[in-house]
């Protein structure tokens, strides 16, 4: 599943192609595709003709483009988007040969790029929801956000986040740190990928009990996570097979520099242990026995 810096890399070229413009209609070819717009494909479809995309914005693994009519300039309605397992957001000459697995395409009234998305698997979604002030804050005060996600937390690469809230909250988990990186209440935007990237440079094993974990240590997970995130991000993200490309449908090239996840058996390239993998909630869990020792009494 696309992490922050994937998502942030679709925002940014969303950003370039789609803000200022109004939309000349929207065309749903799968229903599961809107299935959480609870009013259905036409409602969906309805409420985006004729309104005008404003800045793309993100948090964690979630996207939004606010809207608003030509009339109101105050946008009170947004197009959220989650990209799912292999949700794709595509913009091109709009008589392009249509994508095997398109799902909805939207036309914009200035004949220019459409903007398409393409779903394989569909356990992405689209829908049009109300705009809710932000319960998270910032340096600006409260913004505005989709009312489904108002309560996910601040990612790390926000403004808005808040490292000695998250400390004193890893410390009332009682969790693995692992559990706790992937827990989207406490710090959005980050998966099994860069949890793994994040904690080899903290040198801090993924079992590792929260309540155990010092304001220092804390402190190095974050950092750690921001410095993997930041790097990801000049090289268009994390790219493991073709499911994963920004809205120009170019892969991004991190793959290349993960220095844990998907390493196993590799030399570790700061002691030269093999990676190890571990089995972790149905999925896999890397790190480096010298660098990051498992815990006495870890949480698995």
């Known amino acids: 599943m696309p992490e922050l810096p994937e998502v942030e890399v679709v925002r ?11 939309i000349a209609s929207a065309e749903v070819l799968h229903p599961r595709s809107v299935r959480r717009h609870a009013p259905g494909p036409a409602d969906f479809a309805g409420r985006l003709a004729g309104r005008t995309v404003r800045g793309p914005r993100r948090r964690g693994k979630y996207m939004w483009l606010p809207l608003s009519a030509e009339q109101d300039e105050a946008p009170g309605e947004a197009l959220l988007a989650h990209l799912g397992m292999s949700g794709q957001l595509l913009v091109g000459e709009p008589d392009r040969e249509r994508e095997k697995h398109l799902r909805v395409r939207i036309g914009f009234a200035d004949g220019g790029h459409d903007l398409r998305f393409v779903d394989q698997r569909t356990f992405g979604h689209l829908m049009v929801t109300d705009l809710v002030p932000d319960v998270v804050g910032g340096p600006d005060g409260p913004g505005l956000v989709p009312e489904p996600i108002v309560h996910i937390a601040a990612d790390p690469l926000e403004d808005a986040f808040d490292p000695e809230a998250f400390f004193r909250a890893l410390r009332r988990r009682r969790t693995g740190i692992k559990r706790a990186l992937l827990d989207q209440s406490l710090i959005s935007g980050v998966g099994n990928i860069y949890a793994d990237e994040a904690l080899w440079r903290a040198r801090i094993h993924w079992a590792r009990p929260t309540e155990t974990m010092t304001r220092a240590e804390a402190a190095r997970v974050l950092e ?47 002691c030269g242990t093999p990676i190890r993998r571990d089995e972790f909630m149905n999925r896999s869990s890397y790190s480096c026995p010298v660098c990051q020792p498992r815990p006495r009494r870890g949480r698995y």
């Open 12 to 22: 940014r070229g969303l950003d370039r192609w789609t803000a200022g413009r109004a």
């Open 224 to 270: 750690g996570a921001q410095e993997v995130m930041e790097a990801a991000l000049a090289v268009g993200g994390t790219s493991f097979d073709s499911l994963y490309v920004d809205v120009d449908g170019e892969s991004g090239y991190f793959e290349r520099s993960l220095d844990a996840y998907g390493q196993r058996d590799q030399p570790c390239r700061r």
